[in-house]
């Protein structure tokens, strides 16, 4: 099983799994050339993609969406509100929605070989879910654009091999920055953001014999730096959990493709 981030953050976020059979992009917010060119440097063609995954329907999510799926005729897979949201963004009428794959949070289905479970997030979009996704003996974890977390979460991410986690922002940079307090309000509520802190917490209490490879992800351009956010993440580990060398723990690129690993 192959995971690769092609892009994470507010400016556009596009994830690949794969195990050789069957290939997913997990959101479609960057051009398809942007796409195309990943999966090519992953020594994917645009055709081998199964299926992907939309968590929810902001555009750093789908820009690169109806693009794509027009010109290659891939399956979407969303919760029906999400589908519906990203139809009527579609102004020009380019999407196929016969291609429209309606799905529900806590209900596995498949995709080729791929065993896939949504689950409900929280964060401000019409129905917003995160994935985990199975093949084999190899799991992989995502949870990004969340405001909270809780036991739901945690039972959705736990044994998992690889864990693509947010890590947002500094509260500090964030609180001291230039947004307005209506945006500064919403990062940091319930149906915003995870903070660097929130995510060490997060996976202090995800870590396990299972977990290898931890990636930090959709970090905020004006609000964190990969290098705080790993300093930060790490810190904390380090001081709950003792040894952590055994982890690979990265922050994936806003802009290019990063995290790439055989699980």
Known sequence: MRFASFASGSSGNCEYVGNGNTNILVDAGISTRRIVSCLGNTGISPEEISGILVTHEHTDHISGLYVFESKYKVPVYATQ????????????????????????????????????????????????VCYRINSGECTVGMATDLGVYDDYILSQLNMCNLLFVEANYDVAMLQAGRYPFMLKKRILGDYGHLSN??????????????????????????????????KTVTYELSKEYGDISRFNIQAAERSTMSCAVNL
Request: proline fraction near 6%.
């Open 197 to 230: 802190d929130m995510c060490a917490r997060m996976i202090l209490q995800l870590l396990g014999r299972n977990v290898r490879h931890i990636f930090l992800a959709h970090l905020s351009k004006e609000n964190n730096y990969p290098l705080l956010a790993h």
């Open 81 to 128: 509100a999400t589908l519906e949201a990203i139809e009527k963004l579609d102004k020009n009428k380019r999407l196929d929605t016969s291609l429209f794959i309606p799905i529900e949070p806590d209900k596995e289905f498949e995709c080729g070989n791929m065993k896939i479970t949504p689950f409900s997030i929280s964060h401000d979009a019409v129905d917003p």
